[in-house]
């Protein structure tokens, strides 16, 4: 079974700095996605980034961007120059593909605070 | 374009009880996810529909079943209510296999 690890309970930065998050995962598939997602205090998922396992070049999104390392299992996430907004729980996230439909397993996920 | 809504919002119910949870899909959808989020820690995926029918389920007992309609709205039912049922139920919606996803805000059960 698919498992994700996501080894920081709790993060902080200050604005306008970087900071990332760490996540790895276990699989034994050769293809598959991997996502952060951010959950604000509306509880409600809000998509930051996807990467495809068959992609080498790691995924870039404005200030989001990820370090996928596929021989490691490891699936960063980097934010550039943090913003007040930014805080919230990060869940990285690994699409599983079952030989009908789909499912998200995620991480236990990180608290992210934005000192100002 | 209404993103997924999911009803009710916030409920508190009785061990022992049943409860019914209720989706709508975005528009376009015909895919719908539910998960599990307890306090402080990541979803966890309970069972998806697609086309009426129960496509994949997650380790969850039979206390939780799920139907979905000819609209693509969708219902998660949990009967005999345990304490440790009290969650976040966040319902996902996708067309087909699409890897883009898309979550309501979810609804607070609260089993006292």
């Known amino acids: 079974a698919q498992t994700v690890t996501q080894s920081q309970p709790e993060m902080s930065v200050q604005e306008a700095e970087t900071v990332t998050l760490s996540c790895t995962y276990d699989?034994?598939?050769?293809?598959?996605?991997l996502f952060w997602y951010k959950q604000p205090p509306s509880r409600q998922m809000i998509l930051v980034i996807r990467?495809?396992?068959?992609?080498?070049q790691n995924a870039t999104e404005n200030r989001f961007s990820v370090n996928f390392q596929k021989a490691a299992k490891s699936f960063s996430l980097k934010i550039s120059d943090s913003q007040l907004g930014d805080a919230a729980m990060y869940f990285c996230?690994?699409?599983?593909?079952?030989?009908?439909?789909?499912?998200?397993?995620f991480g236990a996920g990180t608290i992210l605070r934005v000192k100002s | 374009d209404a993103g997924v809504t999911q009803s009710p919002t916030h409920l508190i119910k009785t061990r022992g009880q049943q409860v019914t949870l209720r989706c709508s899909p975005k528009?376009?959808?015909?895919?719908v996810s539910w998960y599990q989020q307890a306090l402080g820690q990541g979803p966890q995926f309970i069972f998806q529909?697609?086309?009426?029918?129960?496509?994949q389920r997650g380790n969850f007992p039979d206390r939780f079943s799920g139907h979905q309609f000819p609209n693509y709205s969708s219902e998660l039912n949990v009967n005999a209510l345990l304490l440790g049922d009290s969650a976040l139920y966040l319902c996902?919606?996708?067309?087909?296999?699409?890897?883009?996803?898309?979550f309501g805000e979810g609804s607070w059960l609260t089993v006292v």
């Open positions: 996230a690994y699409r599983s593909e079952g030989e009908y439909g789909n499912k998200l397993v």
């Open positions: 528009s376009g959808h015909d895919t």
């Open positions: 996902a919606s996708s067309l087909g296999n699409s890897y883009t996803i898309y």
């Open positions: 990467q495809e396992a068959y992609k080498q």
């Open positions: 699989t034994s598939e050769s293809d598959y996605y």
């Open positions: 529909y697609y086309e009426e029918e129960e496509r």
